[in-house]
Each structure stands twice: as C-alpha cells, then as structure tokens.
T-cell receptor, first 115, second 115 residues
Framework: KQEVTQIPAALSVPEGENLVLNCSFTDSAIYNLQWFRQDPGKGLTSLLLIQSSQREQTSGRLNASLDKSSGRSTLYIAASQPGDSATYLCAALMYSGGGADGLTFGKGTHLIIQP | EPEVTQTPSHQVTQMGQEVILRCVPISNHLYFYWYRQILGQKVEFLVSFYNNEISEKSEIFDDQFSVERPDGSNFTLKIRSTKLEDSAMYFC?????????????FGPGTRLTVT
C-alpha cells in the first residue's frame, strides 16, 4: 500500500529565505505527484503537478522535482514571503488495475514565514 | 477561473441522521471525487465517479456512503446514518479526465460535525 511521508512536519523561516519541502513515497509506480497548499480551515489549492515522466515543474517562485527511482519529490520555494505561510501537502496518484483515481496524501508540512 | 463549489460550508447533525453534502464540479470535467480529512489527520480518498457510476472506492467508503449525480451539475455524497467518527472536513474534487496529466481541483470543503 502506498505511503506518503512529508518531512519536516513544521518549518519556520525568516522572510526572504529559500526553502525546500520534502515528500517521499514508498511505491514508485505512480502516475503523477501533485503539490497542494492548504490554508487553515480551507480547501486545497493545487500548486504543481509533475507527471511520472517529468523531472520537474516550475510555477513562479515554486519548483517541484520528482525522482521516481528514489521515491522522492521536493518543493522548492524561492524568496519566501509571509503570504507563503500555509500547510503544504504532496499527493501521489497510483497505478491500479484499470487506471488511477484516488490521490494518496502526506500529512503535510506546516510552514511559517516570519516577517 | 472555474472552481469547484460545495454546500453547505458547515453542517451539524445528530448521530444516526442522514446527511447529503453537495458539490458542483468544474463544468467540463468528467471525473469527480470525494475525500475527507479528520481533524489533524491526512486527507483520505473516499470515492471517484465517472459516467454516472463509481469508478473506484476506498475501504472507508462502506454501505453507509453513496454518491449520485442527480442532474447535469451537482454531485452529492450521502451518509445514511451518521456516526461520531464521520465528523470531518469533506472535500469534493474534479478533473478533466483520468490519468497522469490531469490535476484534481478541490472545493473549499464541508465541515461535518456529528453530535
């Protein structure tokens, strides 16, 4: 059964720093990996999707990488801002018999950017 | 920008009562999903739905749960007889199709409180 783990569980850094959030998954047979942002009490906002054949994706100050062989993905945030404070979730879409539907989520990294 | 909407935002019900959570997926999307997040825990996949039938379901999605697309726009999750442990945030999501290149877009969630 696929397990997704995120380290660290929480991170607090001063504004302006570059930072890396880590995600690992136990089964490399994934279709894709999505990174989400969740603000307190709110829904999930999709940030980036990396297909299994891709190595990285970029959107603005965000860069996500994927290494299927080692079962790892990283989310790099450049020049962090207080507005980046949120919980960041990664989720893997697994192969199954007829396709793949349900995402398997990590527990998230709670990020605080200090002004 | 098109988005997934959910109603109500918060539902309080007594144990044993039936509840229906409603979602309007993005209009050109073909796949619909329900997830839940118990407070402090991971987001968990419940069920996916395509072409008016269940595509995939998790172990959580037992006989107490059902899904329906009653018309061309709404997608509902029914819990037949609620239990205290059903208290959670329920997220609806949709994707354009199924597979490695399709992001899942999430709604803001319905917080269900069972008393």
């Amino acid at each position: 059964k696929q397990e997704v783990t995120q380290i660290p569980a929480a991170l607090s850094v001063p504004e302006g720093e570059n930072l890396v959030l880590n995600c690992s998954f136990t089964d490399s047979a994934i279709y894709n990996l999505q990174w989400f942002r969740q603000d307190p009490g709110k829904g999930l906002t999709s940030l980036l999707l990396i297909q299994s054949s891709q190595r990285e994706q970029t959107s603005g100050r965000l860069n996500a990488s994927l290494d299927k062989s080692s079962g790892r993905s990283t989310l790099y945030i450049a020049a962090s801002q207080p507005g980046d404070s949120a919980t960041y979730l990664c989720a893997a879409l697994m192969y199954s018999g007829g396709g793949a539907d349900g995402l398997t989520f990590g527990k998230g990294t709670h990020l605080i950017i200090q002004p | 920008e098109p988005e997934v909407t959910q109603t109500p935002s918060h539902q309080v019900t007594q144990m044993g009562q039936e509840v229906i959570l409603r979602c309007v997926p993005i209009s050109n999307h073909l796949y619909f999903y329900w997830y839940r997040q118990i407070l402090g825990q991971k987001v968990e996949f419940l069920v996916s739905f395509y072409n008016n039938e269940i595509s995939e379901k998790s172990e959580i999605f037992d006989d107490q749960f059902s899904v329906e697309r009653p018309d061309g726009s709404n997608f509902t999750l029914k819990i037949r007889s609620t239990k205290l442990e059903d208290s959670a945030m329920y997220f609806c999501a949709s994707s354009e199709n199924r597979g490695f290149e399709y992001e899942q877009y999430f709604g803001p969630g319905t917080r269900l409180t069972v008393t």
